[in-house]
């Protein structure tokens, strides 16, 4: 059985090149004289040119033939939606894994639906603040331990103090290894949950290792224990809750998401969406939570999740489930929430530049899974707003 590789397999190196063991993919298939016109008639996505939104084409139609003849990198998509618009979209064919199981090539394309892996978490932060906002949830500051009166006899006077903002900002303070730790090892804390007869009991039981909300450790047990709560505050799983109160409002019907054996939705990573779709979520949190004219997400949520709380990995920031990083662009600094999930996908939003940013990718070994995916978005984009700009 292949162990359920669905959070972030070295999530730092996901984000910045850490040492884990690099598996050769597989050649990618495209045009490589493609530029990523995107299709219309699809769906509700306005469809423009860069050039009438600011980008450099010719910055652009370069990374194609990067990507398609790439003999190490195995990206499936990308796709660039700026002032509303999808303005970029390029797919490709490549080897993927269905929540680690391998799939052998898929032709990907604007109908095909992708695993979004821990991109699930920025998901289950966004459901957790409607949730709050409709009062089913009292306040996120509520104490973990009092949604689970059947794990009384793991509560200590230390873990009592967790709260929902802890477990948001993974701050938790439980001893969590999940990063440190091989995920081929039985003592990885994600592995050891995931193959549980009892998740959440796997996920509340380690000793506490520091006190609740003061260092950030990455931990897909906090997720699982949101979702959790989620279920208990209103009776119906995170996915249905996801489709109910996020995806159905953006037009969004197409999804599946990954359950445990006991059959619960697995909070941590198992949601797959189309590309266009994940793009309809970074828009609607560029727009403070507002589509079409509806009020989605709370702005004021939307703000708070994309904050930052904490010093996160290296040089990232954490807020309620994103990550919070940045890029130059013509000499200043633009910071970005983004949503991050094992084998390069990537739901970056840009505020000041109106401009959203997503990509899929099959490389879910590779070390470069997060090198590629800041390429695509500094190397090619942002440079692409920069000719653009030049160029007017």
Known sequence: MVRKRIVLIGLVAALVIAGCKRAAAPALHANPNACGDPIGGIDSW????????????????PMV???????????HAVLVVRHGKLVFEQYFTGADEHLGRSVGNVTFGPTVRHDERSVSKSIVALVMGIAIDRG?????DAPVFSFFPEYASLATPENSRITIRDLLTMSSGIEWHEEDVPY???DNSEIIMDESADPLRAALSPPMEAPP??????????TELLGAILNKATGKGVDQLAGSLLFAPLGITDFTWYKHTNGSPHAAGGLRLRPRDLAKIGQMILQHGSWNGTQIVPAAWI???TAPHLM??????????FWLGRSLVNGQEIQWPAAVGLGGQRLFIVPSLDLVVVVNSGMYKSERQGLVALEILDRYVMRSLEEGAAAR
């Open 65 to 75: 033939k990067w990507l398609a003849e790439s003999k190490r990198d195995n990206v």
């Open 136 to 140: 089913w949830i009292k306040s996120i």
């Open 46 to 61: 306005q469809i423009a040119t860069p050039e009438s939104v600011g980008l450099s084409r010719a910055v652009l139609c």
């Open 312 to 321: 996160g990995e290296a040089l990232f920031f954490y807020g309620y489930q």
């Open 303 to 305: 703000d708070e999740a």
């Open 213 to 222: 909300g003061q260092i950030w450790n990455y931990n897909s047990g906090s």
């Open 184 to 186: 081929t090892s039985p």
